[in-house]
């Protein structure tokens, strides 16, 4: 069930974010931490904050398999990579432990588009689960055993 996407937005502009926000204090307790971080950021959410992943543009999804000590079994990891609404910084999004992911996009004409809305859920199995939906129509769902933000400005230049 989703809280945050258009379908929502469109259909009760006024409810949909409280109906979230009971969300996601009701699963305050198994959210993954940094996520839980992202969740409850009032900046995360506000469009006017060079941070906030709205409108943000794609530069690169990168997923990572790498073996582990204890034998064949290999874990996967993706870092996505946003220039930012202001074009003033990145936005990296780390997923330390990728479980699985879903990307739904039946036409690309011109990119993806900016990131519209996103929004962090648990999955039935208690992992983080995070939705994103692009200006294309394209809609990312990610697995993840938790999720690592970090911006990134630009350097000024100098005068």
């Known amino acids: 069930m989703s809280f945050l996407l258009s379908e929502q937005r469109d259909k009760d502009f006024q409810g949909y974010w409280r109906r979230y926000e009971e969300y996601i ?3 305050r307790d198994r959210m993954p931490p940094g996520a839980m971080k992202l969740a409850l950021s009032a ?3 506000d469009f ?3 941070h906030c992943p709205h409108d943000a543009w794609l530069q690169e999804f990168k997923i990572t398999e790498g ?3 204890s034998g064949p079994k290999r874990d996967n990891s993706a870092v996505l990579t946003l220039l930012g609404a202001y074009h ?3 936005l990296l999004l780390r997923y330390p432990r990728l479980i699985s992911f879903n990307i739904h996009a039946s036409e690309l004409n011109g990119g993806l588009g900016d990131w519209r809305y996103d929004e962090f859920r648990l999955s039935t199995n208690g992992n983080l689960l995070h939705e994103i939906e692009w200006t294309s129509g394209a809609r990312w769902l990610i697995e993840a055993d938790d999720i690592e ?3 990134q400005p630009f ?3 100098p005068d």
């Open 48 to 50: 006017r904050c060079h």
């Open 67 to 69: 073996a582990t000590a």
């Open 43 to 45: 900046e995360w959410y």
């Open 88 to 90: 003033d910084g990145q």
């Open 25 to 27: 204090e009701s699963v």
């Open 149 to 151: 933000f970090q911006w």
């Open 155 to 157: 350097e000024a230049e």
